[in-house]
């Protein structure tokens, strides 16, 4: 989960990699480091615990000094984040300097075998071990450096994207990837590096994607020479095209990226249904599905995996498919699909949910049901990444980069894919009959507008509503039917930035237990659209009363039942259940923002969360 910047070239390798590690730092902010190549080829080091904002402050003299260096912000796995276990780390002999996203599962009997052999530890990271492993194969078995590189990772396992420099070997570095994303920015005479294309897009427009298993050779004077890590044969890289602007990744006028992807729902819930929704000849587009329309007609059961918010889109897809195209699903957390001896066979579909296509534990999972024959299909954000490669076939969200660590527009994004595909299987199975399937269509064709409409009405209420809530230590969340995983979600949402203690149930669960702590200090934030179990809600809110819990109702625009027992209404428009948690999310991320702000945390940038959980 840690961000990599690397450059070589003409331009100030210093600038070049401190602004593309602050486009980074959504993937890790405990600590953060830069190496140059400085006069007569020795490192100039600078890294500290803390944001890149920290490094900075530390590190101004380097402008201007060097034409290829490399930097790291992390996100701490093996030690706590302090200046010593900060990247990039040094050989013992100093000549090597390595930055490394990703864990050396077997580092320990690495590091015990150096420590044997004389080799003295600085840190308490296997990042370290990895550093002085391939000083080990350059002294003690007199490897290049190119070739210790290459034995030593054929020697570990684990997840790593790596970025190493030598100062023997002035100009250049090399770069690696088992299980962890890395791209290659190609320039006129310059090349970069990085977890993703955002710290070079304004300079390039062409990168290729390191595959696994691949490292390559950079620079000016040679290009980008891939092989194998295993065995060391040519490869030959295919080069992408960038679909990323600079206008996406900047902030445009937003307080936080968090806001902004807020308000950009209506448009990136638009772009995932474009071309999709064909209202006129009244069909669903979706090659993913089309040409492969049987195999999942057939399927006796899907199983949705995901991990965090995705985890909470695929329960809501449960109850889509289920409704509408009446095949089983189970959806189960990546996490603990593959340590659990699964049931799977090649009679199931396998759905992979995932905002940045890289997961740790999502990729484990897909990689365990393709071993047992099951067909996989994906949903990710992030064209050409790993979990878009290794699947059978699958759909984009196309949701735009989502730079706040919260998802929000990834996770509506995810719920109008999870629409589509439940409608068209439905469509073409026969579980719903065309005028069902039209009526659906148009109403989902309408979300966006509806979702806009609930930003423009409900902003202003709920920031009033939030400065009510800034001291408040436990929230609970509530909803029925498809907004049950809404509540989770809303739940999740103010835990992770806010800090407060929050959970979600089933509002019918409550009396099982949550109703004991409802008190006059416990707020309640209800979800009551007017489509599904409208009654069962006003009977719970009824009984969260009767305790002086303190209720913020969710409810459609109109509402008169529950909102007049509620102390605090956030209305949004009518639409069919099964299309309500889109809408119903809008107001719970913008109360979870809000309060958040007055609380005066970094919504963007949450503690001890990163964006992409590449690492299991």
């Avoid at 990895?130 to 000083?135: C, D, E, K, S």
């Avoid at 249904?273 to 399927?299: C, F, P, S, T």
């Avoid at 702590?517 to 007017?530: F, G, S, T, Y």
């Avoid at 819990?549 to 102390?567: F, L, R």
Wanted: with cysteine; aromatic share 8%.
């Amino acid at each position: 989960m840690c961000g990599i910047v690397g450059y070589t070239g003409y331009r100030d390798a210093y600038n070049v990699v401190v602004n593309g590690l602050k486009r980074l730092e959504y993937r890790g902010y405990d600590s953060a480091g830069i190496v140059l190549e400085g006069e007569n080829q020795k490192f100039n080091l600078k890294k500290i615990k803390g944001k890149v904002s920290n490094l900075e402050a530390i590190s101004e003299g380097l402008k201007n000094t060097s034409h290829i260096g490399m930097g790291h912000t992390r996100w701490a796995t093996h030690g706590v984040p302090s200046d010593r276990n900060s990247h990039p780390h040094l050989s013992n002999n100093g000549k090597i300097a390595l930055i490394h996203n990703g864990i050396i599962e077997n580092y320990d009997s690495i590091k015990i075998m150096l420590k044997g052999k004389g080799y003295v530890f600085h840190s308490d990271t296997d990042t370290e071990v990895l550093a002085n492993f391939i000083q080990y194969f350059m002294e003690e078995i007199g490897k290049s450096f190119y070739e210790a590189i290459r034995a030593a990772l054929n020697e570990v396992y684990g997840a790593y994207a790596i970025c190493v420099m030598h100062e023997d070997e002035p100009g250049s570095f090399v770069v690696a990837r088992l299980s962890s994303p890395l791209a290659i920015g190609l320039g006129d005479k310059e090349y970069f590096v990085a977890s993703d294309a955002s710290p070079f897009v304004e300079f390039t427009k062409e990168a290729i994607y390191l595959e696994d298993g691949h490292m390559a050779h950079i620079s000016v004077e040679n290009g980008v020479k891939i092989h194998q890590i295993k065995d060391n044969s040519a490869v030959d890289p295919q080069i992408q095209e960038l679909k990323l602007s600079l206008e996406q990744i900047e902030k445009g006028g937003y307080e936080h990226f968090m806001l902004k992807e807020i308000f950009e729902q209506p448009k990136s819930i638009h772009d995932t249904m474009r071309g999709r929704i064909l209202l006129d000849e009244g069909v669903i587009k979706m090659a993913g599905i089309w040409d492969n329309l049987e195999r999942i007609q057939k399927a006796k059961r899907i199983i949705i995996i995901a991990c965090g918010t995705s985890w909470h889109a695929g329960l809501i897809g449960e109850y889509l498919i289920e409704e509408f195209a009446r095949i089983p699903v189970e959806v189960e957390y990546a996490s603990e699909f593959r340590y659990r001896n699964p049931i799977i066979t090649s009679d199931d579909v396998v759905i992979a949910i995932s905002q940045s296509g890289e997961t740790a534990d999502t990729m484990a999972a897909i990689k365990l049901a393709k071993e047992k024959g099951a067909f996989v299909y994906g949903i990710c954000n992030v064209i050409d990444s790993s979990i878009s490669r290794i699947t059978d076939a699958g759909s984009y969200t196309h949701a735009g980069p989502e730079i706040g660590v919260a998802s929000t527009k990834a996770f509506t994004a995810q719920l109008t894919v999870l629409s589509l595909i439940a409608l068209k299987i439905g469509k073409h199975n026969g579980s719903l009959n065309n005028t069902e399937f039209m009526q659906y269509l148009y109403e989902l064709n309408a979300i966006p507008s509806k979702v806009q409409d609930v930003l423009e009405s409900s902003h202003d209420i709920v920031k009033q509503i939030a400065k009510d809530f800034i001291d408040a230590t436990n929230f609970i969340y509530l909803g029925r039917g498809y907004n049950f995983p809404g509540a989770l979600e809303g739940a999740l949402k103010l835990k992770e930035i806010s800090y407060i203690h929050a959970e979600g149930y089933p509002a019918a669960e409550m009396k099982h237990g949550p109703i004991a702590l409802i008190d006059e200090n416990m707020p309640v934030a209800i979800i009551a659209p007017k489509q599904g179990h409208y009654d069962k809600v006003v009977s719970n809110v009824q009984e969260i009363k009767a305790r002086k819990g303190k209720v913020i109702a969710i409810v459609n625009q109109g509402d008169t039942q529950v909102a007049s027992m509620a102390d605090y209404v956030i209305e949004f428009p009518e639409t069919s259940e099964c299309f309500s948690p889109i809408l119903s999310a809008i107001p719970l991320q913008l109360l979870s923002y809000y309060i958040a702000v007055y609380r005066g945390a970094n919504v963007d940038q949450p503690r001890n969360l990163a964006k992409s959980v590449t690492v299991e």
